[in-house]
DNA sequence: TTTTGGTTACACAGACCTGTGTACTTAGGC
DNA sequence: GCCTAAGTACACAGGTCTGTGTAACCAAAA
């Protein structure tokens, strides 16, 4: 039973699979015979593991939404890396914008459960960016959080139309203005000094 | 043969449910047949104005290509007004998305013809956003307006997975910013004083 | 050796899809 | 009244898809 030529589990053999033809070519375009063709197993096999295709897709999904590493760096520089992480995944020709909104412009909005895991994704990269942004002192982590989202989703769009990791640049840019701006030191240039945001005593 | 009770062309009615149907449900989801019976026609009657699906596809997404109308607004409101705007778009209920990157989503890398007119209207876009840049005498007025185009795509994809009107407006906050920063007077505070943009005489 | 659990090969039901073929109807232009 | 153009009704070919049913197989455990 122990598949010697296989470390993984079967699971994670057709999970792996999938995840490279669902992401490449998306959900809609590749059947489960794809799949199974492609891990080298019957369809039985496969449907003995996932009840459904939904199922499929669903652990799909969550194996995708991979959480942050902590990490020691500087927060300001932690935020700032993202960018750079980015330009390199674009750079790639294997990348094909966000599993999570493809999904949802693919499975249109009556999928309620990729719908779900789809928010909480958005949503813990947000907070996570909220997180480091309070780190530093930042006063308004919250609004800046989600401008700083809307630059990696924009950055990500743009690039899946164009395939022009210079996107990955542009929001970088961006974001370092945003943040200069709350008052971060981001190199370079020096920081907006305050004027409103470092409140003198009132 | 001029038909009594619908003053519109059979190309333009077809077009015109094809477009309700795809953009709120997806492309793929939906069928010809689908359309046909929506339209109130026979399916002879529809592959009779259009070739094939694909045909029908491109034609929806031509349509969709509508190009700013001139305004005499002075150029820093035309680019906020954009915002609001995207914002009044994001609160109806049948907003789902950038059609373009949904399609591009949905079809995959494999559809030219589709990436073709996607990349053909972010183009567009992020043009008419430089142009207004520079009459107000931006200097970097590309870079800026590949970072405002990023705002907008992304305030999209947020909004398309959270339903989240006020991604637009955390989307015009962040413009402001830029804006400023690049010595655009939008109102509100007074625009960044100088320090590194204004360049003293070194 | 026998049992057992996972796997394979393969057929197939039932649904849906795109696109075509065909004969019939309808209504205006001449 | 007749012709033509457009539309209708409807069947169907040929493909794909999800999901199931079935009998055989194979290797390890008992």
């Given at each position: 039973?122990?598949?010697?030529?296989?470390?993984?589990?079967?699971?994670?053999?057709?999970?792996?699979t999938a995840?490279k033809l669902f992401y490449l070519q998306g959900i809609r375009a590749i059947g489960v015979d794809t799949i199974?063709?492609e891990?080298?197993?019957?369809?039985?096999?496969?449907?003995?593991?996932?009840?459904?295709k939904?199922?499929l897709i669903?652990?799909?999904?969550?194996?995708?939404?991979?959480?942050?590493?902590?990490?020691?760096?500087?927060?300001?520089?932690?935020?700032?890396?993202?960018?750079?992480?980015?330009?390199?995944?674009?750079?790639?020709?294997?990348?094909?914008?966000?599993?999570?909104?493809?999904?949802?412009?693919?499975?249109?909005?009556?999928?309620?459960?990729?719908?779900?895991?789809?928010?909480?994704?958005?949503?813990?990269?947000?907070?996570?960016?909220?997180?480091?942004?309070?780190?530093?002192?930042?006063?308004?982590?919250?609004?800046?959080?989600?401008?700083?989202?809307?630059?990696?989703?924009?950055?990500?769009?743009?690039?899946?139309?164009?395939?022009?990791?210079?996107?990955?640049?542009?929001?970088?840019?961006?974001?370092?203005?945003?943040?200069?701006?709350?008052?971060?030191?981001?190199?370079?240039?020096?920081?907006?000094?305050?004027?409103?945001?470092?409140?003198?005593?009132?």
């Open positions: 039973m122990a598949p010697p030529t296989h470390p993984q589990t079967m699971k994670e053999r057709i999970l792996e995840d199974a063709a891990v080298g197993i019957s369809k039985r096999t496969l449907y003995n593991h996932f009840p459904s939904d199922a669903a652990a799909y999904l969550e194996r995708r939404f991979v959480h942050a590493r902590p990490s020691d760096k500087p927060p300001a520089e932690q935020i700032l890396a993202t960018f750079d992480s980015l330009e390199r995944r674009f750079a790639a020709k294997d990348f094909r914008g966000c599993p999570f909104v493809n999904a949802v412009a693919e499975l249109g909005p009556a999928d309620r459960a990729v719908k779900k895991i789809a928010i909480a994704f958005k949503e813990s990269r947000r907070v996570w960016f909220r997180d480091r942004l309070s780190e530093l002192g930042v006063a308004e982590a919250e609004a800046l959080a989600t401008q700083l989202v809307l630059l990696v989703d924009g950055s990500i769009a743009q690039d899946l139309v164009r395939d022009d990791p210079a996107m990955a640049r542009a929001a970088k840019e961006a974001a370092k203005v945003l943040l200069r701006n709350a008052g971060v030191d981001v190199g370079g240039a020096a920081a907006v000094p305050a004027k409103q945001d470092k409140r003198p005593p009132h």
